[in-house]
């Protein structure tokens, strides 16, 4: 088994050691560090020593498989009504990326019924293949016939690297999948780069609501299997003119399946889907009352943009759950975020920090909201949402 | 109606709005921070003890963890759930989420028949949301994600609404079945009086890889393919203007930064 260990005669009781640790399963007593029993053995502590008193022995894993038997980079092409999903072409962007510093092929995976328009679309984002399965049993996602067919797909091709989008299908399907292969997932990671020595996927992600970033390896298994946000990679200008092959894969689909989607409701049509919006106008309890969230919404009609809000303000049930931003609600990422009347709880920040540019209004001087903010303004929400509804209406109406 | 029995899986977090930064060391302070269901978990103990309710059927709450997640599980037999199981053993340390997965599988097949397996949608901790689909997949059983509302359910048969992006979708799944449930399912409970008093007295059963017949290859660190190799804290940067006068003069200011920035409305 593995284990972690101190060497009583290296430490000297620093304490650096438990600062490293993300767990808080590290104490110093009488000078001398002790691996609590919440250890998880992530191994992040030992770097941190500077004495070398920390020591990790891993497990040496036997695994039956042939690594390099493995090779190309998928992307998991999601589509609603044969429309790829923006997070496909983001991951084909990246996937582009690191199939050409691996030196191997770019493919995508699209299920569905009709979508060889979809397939083209994929290919003109950069894909070199397209593993297709359009069959009418696949126009609505399916947990489980979908996550049948990738794998099927997978076991054939082999592919040492697969990226699926973190959308509401993608978090469903890529655990599902992964689990089977008894292959390692990374979820929501936000940067990918391939290690220069081993040729293998580091995967960074958030932890503990955005205070630490952790990056993760799977060096053993295959595929390497990651999650990505949208909005958090850059797809490439689309090029008509791209060549790539369509491949008709021959996968059996399940006939008899225990889910089934009865019905779709969208009823969020009204406004912009908030994880894809470019523009995202938020509410936080500095609006006061209920009321003014249709200063926000107006705001929000008046740029084109999503209303979103904050933990609060749906606590308070002022708007839907469907609206909330952050650790608990969703993660976004816009060109431009407003927040308004919004004091930036770190929970709050984790799921809007990564926005491009983020104008906040908040009445304290002091909010933690002022710190990430691109523009602040200080002063009441209530006077400045109708100024600014008037300058933007006068100037870009 | 028949019994339902369901399975809860629940796990132990750190309070997160204690999470707080060493300035020097740029490094998260965990001492003195409390230890919490996973308040996800807590709307998927709420549905459980729901069905329960409606069909006077069972609540079983597992959990792996270190022996201390005990106190916690006892937490959930006051709030009305029926029996609580622990795995706890050192094999189990230093688990990925398909490990995790694999040893919730074993506890729960070692529990024998059961219904409905329900989850919190993720854990505020890792958030992965990985679990879920990861132990339906170990059980060889279906699942849905996200659940909002559960329309229907009997022996063999659920009929839910799960959300998506656009709005939700409904849902049918043969049972037995894993669903991960969001918070807008319910407003858990708090515990009543006589909760509490059955809480005191009450036994967690703990178990260890081998009571479940855990494979000790495919558990905790062992049993991982993903590892983590590097930890850090990330540096935002940002240069931050300050907008001043009045509210117009404020607003006129930003508008012409925005308009400086090449800034479209989407409309």
């Known amino acids: 088994m593995a284990s972690i260990n101190i060497q009583i005669e290296k430490c000297i ?43 990790f022995k891993k497990d040496e894993v036997a695994y039956s498989y042939d690594l390099a038997s493995y090779k190309g980079v998928w992307v998991f092409g999601e589509q609603v009504g044969g429309t790829p999903a923006n997070v496909a072409f983001e991951l084909l962007g990246e996937g582009r990326k690191l199939a050409d510093n691996l030196n191997v092929q770019l493919s ?77 997932l990374t979820a929501d990671c936000t940067s990918l780069e391939i290690d220069p020595d081993k040729k293998i996927l580091l995967q960074t992600r958030p932890a503990f609501g955005g205070n630490l970033m952790a990056t993760i390896i799977c060096p053993n298994h295959r595929p390497q299997m990651s999650t990505v946000r949208p909005k958090v ?46 523009i995202i106008v938020s509410a936080g309890r500095g609006i006061g009352d209920p009321k003014n969230i249709s200063l926000v919404e107006e705001l929000a009609k008046t740029l084109g943009a999503a209303v ?30 407003f927040a308004c009347g919004i004091s930036g709880a770190v929970q709050h920040l984790a799921g809007m920090s990564s926005s491009d540019t983020i104008i906040a209004i908040n009445k304290n001087p002091d909010a933690p909201i002022f710190k990430i903010a691109t523009f602040g303004i200080v002063g009441d929400v209530l006077e400045v949402l109708p100024a600014l509804i008037s300058e933007f209406k006068s100037r870009l109406g | 109606m028949n019994k339902l029995n369901i399975i809860v899986c629940v796990k132990q977090v750190p309070g997160t709005n204690e999470v707080k930064m060493n300035k020097e060391t740029n490094t998260i302070i965990r001492e003195g921070v409390e230890a919490i269901i996973n308040p996800f978990d807590t709307y998927a103990l ?49 688990a990925d989420t398909l490990a995790t997965s694999y040893a919730l599988s074993m506890g729960i097949k070692k529990l024998g028949s059961y219904d409905l397996i329900i989850c919190g949608k993720q854990a505020t901790d890792g958030d992965t949301a990985q679990v879920g689909p990861s132990l339906a997949e170990k059980l ?19 009929r839910c609404q799960r959300m998506t992006e656009d709005g939700y979708e409904v849902i049918e799944m043969s049972l037995p079945a894993v669903i991960t449930v969001v918070k807008e399912i319910n407003e858990p409970r708090l515990p009543s009086i006589k909760g509490m008093m059955r809480a005191k007295k009450a036994n967690v059963t703990v178990w260890t890889a081998d009571d479940i017949n855990a494979d000790k290859n495919l558990c905790g660190l062992r049993g991982s393919p993903t590892q983590v190799v590097k930890t850090f804290v990330p540096v935002h940067e940002v240069q931050s203007e300050m907008l001043e006068g009045t509210p117009q003069e404020q607003a006129k200011s930003l508008v012409d930064k925005m308009i400086n920035m090449q800034f479209k409305t989407c409309k």
């Open chain 1, 13 to 55: 009781g620093c304490k650096i050691c438990i600062g490293s640790c993300p767990f808080g399963a590290i104490k110093v007593e009488d000078k001398k560090a002790q691996i609590l029993e919440n250890c998880t053995m992530c191994g992040a502590c030992v770097s941190s020593c500077k004495f070398e008193a920390i020591d």
């Open chain 1, 108 to 184: 995508a995976v699209l299920f569905g019924d009709n979508v060889e328009e979809a397939a083209r679309t994929l290919i003109s984002y950069g894909a070199d293949n397209v593993y297709m399965v359009d069959h009418p049993t696949l126009k609505l996602y399916n947990d489980e016939a979908y996550s049948d067919i990738f794998v099927q797909l997978i076991q054939k091709y082999k592919p040492e690297i697969v990226l699926l989008g973190a959308t509401t299908y993608g978090r469903s399907l890529a655990p599902r999948v992964s689990s089977r292969l008894n292959t390692g």
């Open chain 1, 233 to 278: 990679m850059k797809a490439m200008e689309p090029d008509k003119s791209r060549v790539g092959k369509i491949i008709r894969a021959d996968v059996n689909i399940p006939e008899v399946v225990s889910v089934k989607v009865v019905n779709v409701v969208n009823n969020l049509c009204e406004m912009v889907n908030l994880t894809e919006a470019d």
């Open chain 1, 308 to 337: 979103g809000a904050s933990r609060a303000v749906v606590d308070s049930g002022w708007i839907e759950y469907s609206h909330q931003v952050g650790q608990t609600g969703k993660t976004v990422g816009p060109k431009v975020y």
């Open chain 2, 46 to 94: 709420e549905e459980g003890l729901r069905i329960k309710d409606k069909t006077s059927g069972k609540v079983t709450v597992m959990s792996m963890g270190i022996p201390t997640v005990a106190d916690l599980l006892k937490e959930t037999i006051a709030l009305g759930a029926d029996e609580t199981v622990l795995l706890s053993d050192r094999a189990f340390a230093g």
């Open chain 2, 140 to 158: 060889k059983i279906p699942h849905s994600t996200y659940i909002r509302k559960i329309e229907e359910i009997r022996e063999g048969y659920i």
